[in-house]
């Protein structure tokens, strides 16, 4: 069968050669007058022949790509993967974004999702992401009619280098066949799950090398607006410590973000434990494993899924994420500091949970009592433009701070207490439990170091501090 194959493969090349030879010179002599001449949009490719990034020959070892197995699960996976469009640019972006992609019975919404991505960033954004699409299907007529799609779509962005169009042949994939039952499953759908794995354990491997951060999205995703900033930010916020996955979506396999350095670990498990389960619940198993135990999930969500029909049987998938909002740009900076209270906390509440963005973390603390402080200190000297702090819970109403101010100061030092700042000058005071100061580097003459909640009046009831949020100019002191 794998050498019948091999030539059937062979008789569609030669139809592919005959074709997308002709839609690669339309489209070029097109896009040499209307894109290429204009020097601010194409970012990298200037200096790269125009014809080197459009569509290839799907069997094409000119665009081949070999990743060798270096024996352990650190090492890439060997697969020679088909370049379909575009070509890597040898300079590591920020963030890439990767899609699988495969034949749906009813409903196609790779296009929307590519342009979404695109759509939604912003001009220098564009600059730190690069897009890669796996299609992931054995028909190759369908993958060739997507691939002439795409290009004929987004051709400026494969020329700039900002989206590649691969595929692992089949060939590379092990059995689909007579594989576990596991949750008493019917087979076509142990099929679809397993083959699934696969397709996302190539997509990976692929892109362990591309970027510093990888986002993995499903092919039927709506992003919002200026996504890539929201999520530089909240990598920022989490400086210092440990994280394996963090999560910006509550569905499936969208919105997953990692490091590019956990990606062969993570080809390698999902490839291990093809045939046990789906893929998003391996996700959980795999940042466990890596000592991450608890969710890291952020609000708003920044995907939203959008596809009605599943890419499994064409079944009606109604599901949507109620946390998505459609401009995320209003998330806070959150620099770096170290948060310090002397109110008693209730169990693990700590105080660092109140500068977090993570659903449902906050600070909980016993009744304060009159002088009882709330102290965050920045790692360096800032200029803060907005402060919001909220407290008390939907479900926890009156846990709120009933009397008290918030005071911003300046040059922190050592003291018996611990870190301090030397003064302090008054913002406000809260009411209803929150306080909102905007334009707070034009009411005060320094860049603050210090931000402390001062308790005015004891109070019976216990305190929640459910967000402390800052957004910051650029840092006046490095």
Request: net charge neutral.
């Amino acid at each position: 069968m794998r050498l019948l194959w091999k030539s059937v493969d062979k008789m569609r090349c030669l139809r592919k050669r005959s074709t997308l030879p002709v839609l690669t010179f339309l489209v070029t002599s097109l896009l040499f007058f209307n894109v290429y001449m204009d020097d601010g949009y194409v970012l990298e490719a200037e200096k790269r022949p125009l014809g080197d990034t459009l569509t290839h020959p799907a069997n094409s070892e000119r665009y081949s790509h070999t990743l060798r197995d270096l024996s352990n699960f650190s090492g890439s996976i060997n697969v020679t993967y088909r370049y379909l469009a575009g070509v890597p640019l040898p300079r590591k972006k920020y963030l890439t974004i990767g899609l699988a992609s495969v034949k749906r019975k009813r409903g196609n919404y790779l296009l929307e999702t590519i342009k979404s991505i695109f759509d939604q960033s912003s001009y220098e954004e564009l600059k730190e992401i690069v897009v890669v699409v796996h299609l992931a299907d054995f028909d190759l007529v369908w993958c060739e009619n997507q691939v002439q799609e795409i290009t004929r779509k987004f051709a400026h962005h494969i020329i700039a280098g900002r989206l590649l169009v691969i595929q692992a042949p089949e060939e590379y994939y092990p059995s689909l066949d007579g594989l576990k039952r596991n949750y008493n499953d019917p087979e076509d759908r142990v099929r679809f799950r397993s083959k699934q794995n696969v397709d996302y354990a190539f997509l990976l491997n692929f892109c362990t090398n591309l970027s510093h951060f990888y986002m993995m999205l499903e092919d039927d995703v709506h992003c919002s607006r200026n996504f890539l900033t929201a999520l530089k930010k909240v990598i920022a916020s989490r400086e210092g410590t440990y994280w394996v996955m963090l999560e910006f979506s509550k569905l499936g396999y969208i919105g997953k973000l990692y490091h590019s350095r956990d990606l062969p670990r993570l080809a390698h498990f999902l490839l291990m434990f093809y045939q046990e389960m789906p893929c998003d619940w391996l996700l959980i198993h795999f940042r466990g494993l890596l000592a991450q135990k608890d969710v890291i999930r952020f609000k708003p969500s920044l995907f939203q899924h959008m596809g009605y029909y599943s890419s499994y049987k064409g079944a009606e998938n109604k599901l949507k994420d109620d946390d998505f909002e459609e401009d995320s740009i209003d998330i806070p900076d959150n620099p770096p500091a170290s948060l310090y209270t002397n109110i008693n906390v209730f169990e693990n509440y700590d105080a660092t949970k109140a500068y977090s963005s993570i659903v449902d973390e906050y600070f909980w603390g016993k009744p304060p009592s009159t002088g009882d402080f709330f102290l965050v200190i920045f790692n360096r000297s800032t200029k803060v433009s907005r402060i919001k702090i909220v407290t008390g819970t939907e479900d926890r109403q009156n846990d709120i701070l009933h009397h008290g101010a918030l005071e911003v100061g300046q040059t922190s030092v050592e003291t018996k207490q611990g870190r301090q700042c030397t003064s302090y000058i008054t913002l406000g005071e809260f009411k209803a439990g929150s306080i909102e100061v905007n334009k707070v580097d034009y009411k005060i003459g320094f860049d603050i170091e210090c931000i402390r909640i001062v308790i005015t009046a004891s109070q019976k009831e216990w305190l929640i501090i459910r967000t402390i949020s800052l957004w910051t100019t650029q840092p006046a002191s490095q």
